[in-house]
Each structure stands twice: as C-alpha cells, then as structure tokens.
C-alpha cells in the first residue's frame, strides 16, 4: 500500500471482515461509534465509487431506522424487556444524533423516504434542546447546562447538512453559533478548549469558569474536525465565514505546539511529556484530518501541508497487519468527563480497531488522498 486511500480500503476491509454491518459494535443503538467509522466508509465511498460501501452502511442504518422513518429507541421501542442505560438515553443525548449525517446520501441515492422522515425526526427536537445561560447546548438532556466538546461534532455537520437540504439557513446559524460559544467560553489559559463547561458550576468536574480540569485530547478533534465539515455548508459570503475560519485557524496552531516527539499527539493534549500520558491514535487521525483539510480549504497556509505529512506518517509507521488485517492500535476506549482529572483520562483502556479509532483514520485517509 503507498496511497492513503489504499489505507482506507484496508481499515474499512478489516472491520468489514469481522462484523456484518447490522452487528457493529455500536452499543445495539443508532450511536455515533457506528456512525464515526461509517462516515469515514461513507468517503471512501464518495472517492471510490465501491459498492459494497454503500451496501455496508444501507444495512446499518437499516436495522435502527424503519420503513416508516421511525428510529429504534427513539420513537420506535427495543422489543426487549431489559432496557440498558444507553438505550434510554437514545432520544436525550446527542450522541444519538450523530448517525443521522449518514442518511442525507442514502435518501439522495435511492430516494427512500424513510431517510428524509428520519432526517427531519431527528432535528426535530433540537430547537427546543435544553440550552445554558448562554445559549450553549447541554450534552444531555441528564445533565443539565453542561456543553462538552463532543457536542459540536455530534450535532453541528448535521445541523449543517440539514439546512442545505431544507433550504433553510437557521440550522446552520445554529451551528456556527455553537461553534463560537465553545470558542469564547471553553478556553484555558493556553488557549486550548476544555472537555466540559458548566456555566452554572454545579457539576461537581466544574472547576474556574465552570470548566472541566482536563484538555482531552479526542474532544478537541471532534472540535476542528466538525468545524471544518460545518464549514462545507458554509458560504464564504456567510457573515460569520471568516471568524469560524479564525477560529479553526487558530486551535490548530495552537494544536500542533503540543504533538509529542513522534509527531502524534497524547490522550491529555496538553501534558504530552507527563508521567503516565500516552499517544492516542484517534485524535491524531482527527488532528491529521484537520490539517490537511484546512489547507485545502486556505484556512492554513500551503507550509502546514508538511506538518500534516509528518503526521500523516507517524501514524502509518503504528500500524501493524497481522493474517491480512490491519490493527489500529492505541485508541481510547469512549469516556464520559465523570470527575475529569488527569488520571482519569490517562487510565481509559487501550483498545485495537475500535470503531472511534477506526473511523478518525479512514476519515484521515480520504482527506489525505487528496493532498498527498
């Protein structure tokens, strides 16, 4: 393999090889595990034309959305008596909503109206989500005020996708909204964004200004992987088109200062040379993803190219291939803020080939593909 798209095929492949798609390790749930590493096939898809991607994903989506456009667990029961802590959240969380950016092109693709009914299902309820003092989004509808990082990749590409499809420009505001909000309020003195803010100070995490202890490293990724593909639907005559770029700008350069020797960069981002800290493959891919993509779309100038490269290659020279498939390893299992210390984050489980991991180096590929 020397392209990075032959990389994509080989991760997809893997995984494709030992999971049928209905049976994903998704947690049983229309979730964004399933639906980070689908969005990475769903690239590969675009760049390759291969079917059997699209097949993939069809049947994934297929098993948790209904004929009727109705979700599983959203307002479609689980026909099972012992329903777990994640299925109830399905409907309360954004988690669960993250999944939806799949099913713009399987409605554009077969013209199934079940993918346009759950699309419009799932933003539904999202002008009414439960919001902080400041009009930030709670993570969960079961912690109230809280706004984590994950939230914007979540929910902010679908807010985008939803309103080029409806023509109706107030999802995208939305969305940009956000973005500046975690901007303006979730920074340390470094500059960098924490995982959580509560503008109220009653999690028992919310430290100075209500933010969490930690910068996590995957949390930032899902941060300037998601401002980048808001910035898709954005045009640049958008009142707000410049300072987003400004602000994208500037977390990746203040990113790159905290890449460890390797040129990878670690679970806590910015504590790269502490005792205990590792180098974490998922937010790398995302980092890695977020520099060549802001490139080619001039938000960085033509030198960062290289230092995307750098990268890009430090993360090739981690994998390993073992009776033709290839692993993934050093990827932090999910992980909620909980009392958001240091040793927290650091003792999250290693895995090889999760689905978080997994789906950031696709995704990383397919971008890379393009300017390599």
């Not at 989506?61 to 802590?85: A, C, Q, S, W």
């Not at 969380?93 to 009914?117: C, N, S, W």
Request: hydrophobic share 35%.
């Amino acid at each position: 393999m020397t392209r990075p798209i032959d990389y994509a095929k080989s991760a997809c492949g893997t995984i494709m090889k030992k999971y049928d798609a209905p049976d994903l390790p998704t947690m049983n749930t229309f979730f964004y595990i399933g639906g980070v590493f689908l969005s990475g096939m769903q690239r590969l898809y675009f760049q390759t034309g291969g079917k059997e991607y699209f097949d993939y994903i069809k049947k994934w989506v297929d098993k948790y959305v209904f004929p009727d456009g109705t979700i599983l667990g959203y307002n479609h029961p689980y026909d099972t008596e012992e329903i777990t802590r994640v299925m109830t959240l399905v409907p309360k969380t954004f988690d669960h909503k993250q999944p939806g950016i799949l099913l713009f092109d399987l409605y554009k693709e077969t013209g199934d109206e079940r993918y346009a009914k759950a699309i419009n299902y799932i933003y539904e309820k999202v002008p009414d989500w439960g919001r902080n003092s400041k009009g930030g989004f709670w993570h969960m509808a079961v912690t109230p005020n809280q706004m984590w990082l994950d939230s914007l990749y979540m929910i902010g590409p679908f807010l985008a996708m939803y309103s080029d499809f409806t023509k109706n420009e107030a999802p995208l505001d939305e969305a940009l909204n956000q973005c500046v909000l975690m901007y303006e309020n979730m920074r340390d003195k470094n500059g960098l964004l924490r995982h959580g803010w509560d503008d109220s100070g009653e999690a028992e995490w919310a430290g100075e200004n209500g933010l969490s202890e930690t910068v996590w490293a995957r949390a930032m990724g899902w941060f300037t992987v998601a401002v980048l593909d808001i910035l898709d639907y954005t045009k640049n005559t958008h009142p707000k088109y410049k300072e987003i770029c400004a602000i994208e700008e500037d977390m990746l350069k203040r990113v790159l200062k905290y890449r460890n020797s390797d040129m990878l960069w670690c679970q806590v981002l910015d504590r790269p040379e502490a005792e205990g800290n590792w180098y974490e493959i998922s937010s790398s891919c995302l980092f890695t993803y977020s520099l060549f993509k802001a490139v080619r779309k001039n938000i960085l100038p033509e030198s960062f190219l290289d230092e995307a490269k750098k990268s890009y290659s430090a993360i090739i020279d981690t994998l390993k291939f073992e009776n033709g498939n290839m692993l993934i390893g050093n990827i932090s299992v999910g992980t909620c803020i909980d009392e958001g210390d240091y040793k927290h984050y650091i003792e999250r489980r290693k895995v090889t080939n999760d689905l978080h991991g997994t789906g950031a180096f696709v995704l990383m590929c397919t971008e890379a593909e393009k300017m390599m």
